[in-house]
């Protein structure tokens, strides 16, 4: 099983995600509904990064949420919001995972 503040970084990442699309959702904060889940969501995930935090280093943490946020983010603008990916963008989603693996499998930085 993942230690507690891996599971807490995914909350976090799956969390700013979710205030992601509700940003979009938002129309420059001129709906509530969607206007306050962006709060919610977003406070949610910073909330989480800082419980990671007390088991992972902030580079790695931060690292890790960003670049799986932006992944998850371009993703859901594929696939919820019909938006699409040019080949440059594609490449540098690749680009940005591999940064994370190769954080994750060969950094000493990383706490296992």
Do not use: C
Not at 52 to 76: C, F, Q, S
């Amino acid at each position: 099983m993942f230690p507690a503040h891996y599971i807490w970084l995914g909350a976090a990442i799956v969390s700013e995600v979710a205030g992601s699309a509700f940003l979009a959702k938002s129309e420059q904060f001129s709906r509530l509904v969607p206007t306050a889940l962006v709060v919610v969501f977003y406070g949610f995930a910073f909330y989480g990064l800082g419980q990671a935090l007390k088991g992972l280093p902030l580079a790695v943490a931060y690292a890790i949420w960003g670049g799986l946020g932006i992944v998850l983010t371009a993703l859901l603008g594929v696939f919820a919001f019909k938006q699409r990916l040019d080949l440059p963008a594609i490449i540098g989603i690749v680009l940005i995972v591999t940064g994370v693996i190769v954080m994750n499998l060969f950094s000493k930085t990383a706490t296992h």
